[in-house]
């Protein structure tokens, strides 16, 4: 599959901001303001003198997705659970309704998202060339990614960890039963480092081989090329639910060795843009913690006196001193809570919705007031 990376829209501020985003860390953090006229001044000068003109023309990705009315979501058509195109022609999954998540937050309108499908290796290109405003593409947020890809991840929207799906008749039921063995994986991932670390802290003697695309890794598996198919988690969950007779004859084995953190990211250095995508996930979370679903948004908005759920939901609060109608200056719509919740669901329901038919669990993916590590920090 190739990806079809659509070319540049919006204004030349916007082209501007993604070039001269990519051009060095520095001038990157420096120049995520410039105007196309500056390009050439921002790349060349001094840092004194690009300090001065970003002072000047601040513009964010928010002011472009609005002015286009659209996001476009950089994401997968083929990972069941978190992307993938239905009989329709509708994306569907997790990371396709968090797209829709932010849509809703920053435009009102859950459906006004462009998703762009990528192939793996393209991910951090197609942030950095403007070619998206968003990733939302079960991407680990690592510190090497945060540093070197010009990305800014935000809040995750699912812990995940690695782990290895095996041939229920392979015999293999451990890990260490896996000294030289072949194992494949996805290349340009985390994954495929993180296999090369375990086989050797278990002393095992692995072969990690790598392929472009899910499809080729499933093809070597299927020919017996492979023993085990590493990935996250929750992708070889999806990935075995889609797969012919996959419960009966692929084992994922008990043992996750490493941590994965998938989260959406956007272009360093354009602060408005990633507080809006990142209230925006945070908003599912405290929804949920509020019991507040799609079903009974409506009701609760307008039957509650509880200040915390009628700041949240941008609805006025009774007898307020000052105004009446909390806006954090975050650039959203006072209402963008109400709006996320109304059309797409709170995290729960996201959940249930797309990973919970898969039999994942909520396990770390579950409030923190009740096991997990989903965290909101408070909306006042
Ligand atoms: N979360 C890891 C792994 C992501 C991953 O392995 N994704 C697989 C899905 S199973 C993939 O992209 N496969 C290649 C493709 O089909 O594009 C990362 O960010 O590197």
Known sequence: MSSDLPSERGPVKRRS?????????????????????????TATTDQATTTETVVEAAVSILDSVKEAGSVRCGTRDALPGFAVLNDAGEHVGFDSDFCRVIAAAVLGD???????????ADRFTALQSGAIDVLVRNTTWTATRDGSEAATFLQPTFYDGQGMMVASNSGISSLSDMNGAIVC??????????????????????????????????????????????????????????YPNG????????????????????????????????????????????????????????????????????????????AAVLDPSLSLPTDFAYQIVKQVGNYGEIFAKHLTPLGLDRGLNSLWNDGGILYAPPYR
Do not use: H
């Not at 060095?24 to 120049?31: E, R």
């Open 247 to 322: 419960a009966a004859e692929l084992v994922i084995l008990g043992e996750v060795f490493s941590k994965e953190p998938l989260a959406p990211a956007v272009l360093d250095g354009d602060t408005a843009w990633a507080q809006a995508v990142n209230w925006a996930v945070l908003a599912t979370i405290q929804a949920e913690e509020f019991g507040i679903t799609s079903a009974n948004v409506d009701s609760i908005r307008s039957s509650t006196t509880d200040v915390g759920i009628l700041r949240f939901l941008g609805a006025e609060v009774p007898g307020s001193d000052g």
């Open 110 to 120: 859950a459906s006004a998202v462009e998703m762009v499908d990528l192939e793996t």
């Open 17 to 41: 901001l993604q070039i001269v985003a990519v051009a060095s860390a520095t001038a990157l953090f420096l120049a995520g303001c410039a105007t196309a006229e500056e390009e050439t001044t």
């Open 185 to 242: 994986v996805a290349k340009g991932t985390t994954t495929e480092g993180n296999a090369a670390l375990e086989s050797s802290r278990l002393g095992l003697n692995w072969e990690v081989r790598s392929f472009d695309e899910t499809d080729l890794i499933l093809e070597a598996f299927l020919a017996g090329q492979c023993d085990g198919w590493s990935s996250d988690v929750s992708q070889l969950t999806g990935l075995r639910s889609s």
